[in-house]
């Protein structure tokens, strides 16, 4: 090509609450961070069927931390040149651009209970390949600042008395209460509160089985206990990117695994810490290699 096309992210405006859409802003600053021109789309929140969208107000939407430019008017992308990164939870082409990507940030239809519409050439990136097994790339990355990530010797001197429930989007699927005795997760709480839960309590016991909330229980020394895999089935949850150290309620009904064994927690958790480190060294060459990919499938 004579000239580099342009890469414009559709998305959510920025929500620390949400992985997914955490994801699409961070996508968007490492394209730029390597050299390739990239822009946020940002989708109108007024809008529950994910096709309308909003123009940049100042740094309103964005986390300034990140160099997310943001489309001011849909006229700036060239619809036949330019590349459009959209998340799974957008049906169709509404921004009527040839060379699309579709982001999987999740399994198709989880979030909005219809399956993705998608064109014969659109380009499919997972970001865990249990999303689509048939993707042409899979792009993934933990966003944890790792010099957050509490020491061992830390959380060894750290009473435990609490326990924890968390339903989250388990209440899509099923019934869910709170375990007895435990605190609930759910009610809106600041970061420090948060913090100040997991680091004091023994278990997590969650009704989502696919959130942020199992790492973060993790890495603040709390053990995850799932009571149920729904929407998706074990196999699943077992072959994530990351190995989360967890157990099950048959586990804990039977003290099984880390019930008593709080050192082999300790241990299984520095092996998920590894491997978070190990994925985010090899970040900005996954990048390339997905922008490389993306070219040939297009270009």
């Known amino acids: 090509m004579n000239t580099f096309p342009h890469f414009f992210i559709a998305t959510p405006i920025f929500n620390e609450g949400s992985d997914g859409v955490k994801m699409l802003h961070f996508l968007c600053h490492s394209l730029n961070k390597i050299g390739i021109p990239s822009s946020l789309v940002l989708m109108d929140p007024r809008d529950p069927t994910n096709k ?54 999740n399994r198709s239809g989880f979030i909005t209970g219809n399956p993705t519409l998608m064109g014969e050439n659109d380009f499919i990136l997972t970001y865990q390949k249990i999303f689509n097994l048939t993707s042409h790339f899979n792009l993934y990355y933990p966003m944890q600042d790792v010099n ?19 339903i989250g989007k388990g209440i899509k699927y099923g019934n ?35 959130t942020g909330v199992v790492f973060d229980s993790i890495i603040r020394g ?28 048959m586990d804990f009904d039977n003290k099984k695994k880390f019930f008593n064994d709080y050192e082999f927690f300790l241990d299984e958790r520095e092996k998920m810490i590894n ?23 297009f270009y």
């Open 275 to 297: 491997q978070v480190i190990n994925f985010q060294n090899k970040w900005d060459e996954q990048v390339h290699s997905f922008v490389e990919k993306v070219l040939k499938h």
């Open 148 to 166: 957050q990530i509490p020491s061992r010797e830390y959380l060894e001197k750290l009473d435990r008395p609490l326990s924890l429930t968390y």
């Open 52 to 105: 309308a969208f909003i123009a940049a107000i100042g740094d309103q939407g964005i986390n300034q931390d990140l160099m997310t430019p943001v489309v001011k008017f849909i006229n700036e992308i060239d619809l036949e040149k330019d590349v459009i990164i959209y998340p799974e939870i957008i049906q169709g082409n509404p921004l009527e651009g040839k060379n699309i990507a579709r982001y999987f940030l």
């Open 176 to 210: 869910c209460e709170r375990i007895s005795k435990t605190i609930g997760l759910d009610w809106k709480k600041s970061k420090e509160e948060y913090i100040l839960l997991l680091e004091h309590s023994k278990f997590m016991f969650t009704w989502d089985p696919m």
């Open 222 to 249: 709390c053990i995850p206990v799932y009571l149920v895999y729904k929407p998706w089935i074990e196999e699943d949850i077992f072959s994530q990117e990351l190995v989360f150290p967890r157990m099950t309620a």
